[in-house]
């Protein structure tokens, strides 16, 4: 064997080994590494740190903020805002197959979709979330139970993510304005419109603020700034081409539905009636007006509780907004003073405290709104 031919082998030699001692170091750090785990809760304040999202049980959710989204995200993976609210990054997990609803928060964005509103989003199983799932279950001839059980679970399938993420806009940071505690300071504002970026996004999302938070435990909402994102139930209902034929309140239920020519429900909302009985009408009502954006005029006469509505010798007129009295919709009845309309406080519909009108939540008002026409009766049940 000539000296060319072993330097040869010597190379060979030292190749393998290199080559050995590499996959072996591979595969000890393949097989010794920690399985992929769900990011832990960060300590709030944490630049950059992950949070979870803890949906009610069985359904649980994960979400992770970092870049803008280059289209609207379809994920049950999402990202949370760090304490640095950044944009949002990529879904972790991008396809979504449709399945019977999981847990209540679930089934409240699936009949929301449907126009069967259970109130606010909070995914509690509440009254009205109960009120919600009767009458889902009417409509699909189930045992009207008010319970998610299995039936309803197999019937109402959700068929897109129920959380999704919303980018703040640079309108949306400008737009709240403080609101004045008197009917006189409401009455000089420009408008009665939001008055905190989190009222506005939890009405843009139909749930209760509190919800939001917990949502996004990492979001400082007073210094949130343009293109930084949140995550928010993915909630959206755009009425048929179809009209109610006739709309009824029940009284007792306090819930207010609407139907159309075959009498199939087309929408179920929490109502909130009068306080005083002798203020509760009962029969047939007609609609005579509708108006979008509507202005409220404050009369003193009709707020006798009021000490600062008795010291006025004049009437008010309070310019429009989400946070007017009478909120982002009026429908007018055929009895004088009396109407269906939105409200500032959606967390309180469903209660016996107006002064004779039905309020509904803000986007339940203009919901109502696309589906009556002038003329459309308004049956009232005790």
């Known amino acids: 064997m000539n000296s060319r031919q072993i330097t040869w082998i010597r190379r060979l030699a030292w190749g393998g080994a290199g080559l050995g001692l590499g996959v072996v170091g591979w595969l000890g750090w393949h097989f010794s ?28 959710r994960n979400v992770v903020m970092d870049q803008p989204p280059v289209a609207p995200l379809v994920a049950t993976n999402l990202v949370l805002p760090s304490a640095t609210n950044r944009a949002v990054a990529a879904p972790v997990e991008p396809a979504f197959v449709p399945h019977p609803v ?12 449907r126009a069967i509103s259970g109130g606010s989003l909070d995914g509690v199983l509440g009254p009205q979330t109960r009120a919600a799932l009767r009458a889902f279950q009417r409509q699909e001839h189930l045992s009207p139970t008010g319970e998610l059980d299995e039936d309803t679970q197999r019937c109402l399938v959700i068929s897109t993510p129920p959380l999704t993420i919303y980018n703040v806009t640079a309108e949306d940071i400008e737009r709240p304005q403080p609101l004045a505690a008197t009917w006189l300071g409401k ?18 999302s139909q749930s209760r603020p509190d919800w939001i938070r917990s949502l996004n435990p990492g979001a400082d909402w007073a210094r ?18 179809f ?33 005083r009985l ?12 509708l108006v979008a954006n509507p202005s409220y005029v404050m009369d003193p006469r009709n707020f006798p509780e009021s000490a600062e509505a008795q010291a006025l010798d004049r009437k008010l007129i309070l310019p429009p907004g989400p946070n007017n009295p009478v909120g982002t919709a009026w429908i007018s009845l055929d009895k004088p003073g009396y109407g269906i ?15 004779g009108c039905f309020r509904l939540a803000n986007w339940n008002a203009e919901y109502l709104m696309q589906l009556v026409d002038i003329g459309t009766p308004v049956i009232i049940r005790p």
Request: aromatic share 4%; net charge positive; charged share 20%.
């Open 33 to 60: 590494r920690p399985a992929a785990q769900t990011p832990a809760s960060a300590v709030p304040g944490r630049t950059g740190a992950t949070a979870t999202v803890q949906l009610p049980s069985p359904a649980r």
């Open 102 to 113: 999981h847990s209540i928060f679930e089934a409240q964005v699936e009949l929301a979709r």
């Open 187 to 204: 009455s000089l504002q420009s408008r009665l419109d939001f008055a905190s970026l989190l009222e506005l996004v939890s009405e843009k």
């Open 224 to 241: 949130l700034r343009p293109g930084m994102a949140v995550v928010v139930p993915r909630v959206s209902c755009v009425p048929g081409p």
């Open 243 to 275: 009209k109610a034929a006739f709309v009824r309140i029940d009284l007792a239920a306090k819930t207010l539905e609407a139907f159309d020519a075959r009498t199939n429900l087309v929408a179920h909302f929490p109502c909130s009636i009068a306080a």
């Open 278 to 289: 002798e203020k509760r009408p009962v029969g047939i009502l007609t609609v005579t007006r």
């Open 341 to 355: 309309h939105g409200t500032p406080r959606p967390e309180a519909v469903g209660r016996a405290e107006s002064h």
